[in-house]
């Protein structure tokens, strides 16, 4: 399966919202996690740091990508943090490896970065599984508190660019 990157749009937003998925990978449904759905809604991230993802074969929403550049692209010190979703019907099938190589290859479009970053819960093998098939390694597990008081447990990944 191939993927196409474009700005994310409202009704992009709408499905992203609506999608399920099944335990335990529920918890990355939107309604769960208030953070989420106000970083989905908010409309002057999309297009700057947030996109939709198409199956380039249908045209249809396949996912969608956070892509956030830190550091210095005069310096050549950039990392882009890729944050993703892909639509549940698709996950468990494969083709999350080339998901993630399409969104670096559009953050390479976009910025020069030296490196990826990317965070996932730890016991998302599936996940892990994928971001691994993509080159990427795994690093430090740490804990993340969020504005709402709400702590999780990540595990950090990441490759050169």
């Known amino acids: 399966m191939s993927f196409s990157v474009r700005p ?71 990392e882009v943090e890729i944050g993703l979703g892909l639509r549940p019907d698709l996950t468990g099938h494969g083709v999350g490896a080339s998901f993630v190589d399409a969104a670096m290859a559009f953050a390479r479009e976009r910025w020069h970065p030296r490196t990826f970053a990317l965070d996932v819960l730890p016991w998302n093998e599936r996940a892990i599984r994928a971001y691994e098939r993509a080159g990427f390694a795994r690093g430090e597990v740490y804990l993340r508190t969020f504005p709402d008081g709400n702590e999780v447990t990540f595990l950090r990944m990441t490759r050169p660019a």
Not at 38 to 65: C, H, I, K, P
Request: proline fraction near 6%; hydrophobic fraction near 35%; aromatic fraction near 16%.
């Open 8 to 78: 994310f749009t409202r009704a992009d937003a709408d499905a992203v919202a609506s999608w399920r998925y099944p335990p335990p990978y529920d918890v990355y449904d939107v309604p769960e996690d208030q953070s989420w759905e106000v970083e989905v809604f908010d409309e002057g991230r999309w297009g700057t740091s947030y996109f939709a993802v198409d199956d380039s074969g249908s045209g249809e929403l396949a996912g969608f990508l956070e892509l956030v550049a830190t550091g210095s692209d005069s310096d050549g010190d950039v």
